[in-house]
C-alpha cells in the first residue's frame, strides 16, 4: 500500500507565500508523475502543477510565474512553492502520484494515489 502525506497548507494574507510538501511512502518501485490539484468550494478539482521524474514540468495558466513545482526523487517528495498568493487560490490542495508497486509473484502494478488535502487559505 502507498501513502501520500502533505503538509505546509495554512492561512495567508494576499501577496504572501506558503510551501505545501507531499511525501509519498509504501512499497514504491517508481513514480512518474507527481502533482498537486486543488478544489475550491462549488467548483471542480483542477490541476495545479506537475512534475516528472526527469523533471518535466506542466502548470495551470493562473498560477504560471507564482508557483514552482518540484520533487526530490530519492525522498519520494514533491513539493508547491507558492508566492504572490491570492485569494481566488483559497482551496483544499490535494497531491496526486502515479505509483508503480510490485507484488512478489503478481509483477508490476500502476496505480492512481491521492493524499487527504490540505486546506490553503488566503485573506486579509
Known amino acids: 500500500q502507498v501513502q501520500l502525506v502533505e503538509s505546509g497548507g495554512g492561512l495567508v494574507q494576499p501577496g504572501g507565500s506558503l510551501r505545501l510538501s507531499c511525501a509519498a511512502s509504501?512499497?514504491?518501485?517508481?513514480?512518474?508523475?507527481m502533482g498537486w490539484y486543488r478544489q475550491a468550494p462549488g467548483k471542480q478539482r483542477e490541476l495545479v502543477a506537475a512534475?516528472?521524474?526527469?523533471?518535466?514540468?506542466n502548470s495551470a495558466d493562473s498560477v504560471k510565474g507564482r508557483f514552482t513545482i518540484s520533487r526530490d526523487n530519492a525522498k519520494n517528495t514533491v513539493y508547491l512553492q507558492m508566492n504572490s498568493l491570492k485569494p481566488e487560490d483559497t482551496a483544499v490542495y490535494y497531491c496526486?502520484?502515479?505509483?508503480?508497486?510490485?507484488?512478489?509473484?503478481?509483477?508490476?502494478?500502476?496505480?492512481?494515489?491521492w493524499g487527504q488535502g490540505t486546506q490553503v487559505t488566503v485573506s486579509s
Open positions: 509504501g512499497s514504491i518501485f517508481s513514480i512518474y508523475v
Open positions: 512534475i516528472t521524474s526527469g523533471g518535466s514540468t
Open positions: 496526486n502520484a502515479g505509483v508503480t508497486t510490485v507484488v512478489p509473484g503478481t509483477g508490476p502494478r500502476w496505480d492512481d494515489y
